[in-house]
């Protein structure tokens, strides 16, 4: 199974209502979080800690939340909303 740790993220800024600018203050730029949260590239080891501790998560939650059912939920929610857009 693939990790998309990047969705993760932009999952919890969102829920935080980040700005991506504030989120990447002192840990990237604000054009890298926007490819890590596209799956475009992914953050290093120390930026993942980093976006961690901001987020207020452990370092692990950005490797197990993909098996949560509510995880689960939300991405079959966004593929239909996906599917059926104009």
């Given at each position: 199974m693939k990790i998309?740790?990047?969705s993760v993220i932009n999952e919890l800024?969102?829920?935080?209502?980040?700005?991506?600018?504030?989120?990447a203050k002192d840990?990237?730029?604000?054009n890298a979080l926007s490819d890590y949260e596209r799956s475009i590239t992914?953050?290093?080891i120390?930026?993942?800690?980093?976006f961690a501790d901001k987020l207020k998560v452990d370092l692990p939650y950005f490797f197990t939340t993909k098996n949560e059912p509510i995880y689960n939920y939300i991405e079959t929610i966004?593929?239909?909303?996906n599917k059926y857009k104009l």
């Open positions: 998309e740790v990047g800024r969102i829920k935080q209502n980040l700005t991506r600018e504030e989120l840990i990237c730029e604000p992914s953050p290093t120390d930026e993942l800690a980093l966004k593929l239909l909303i």
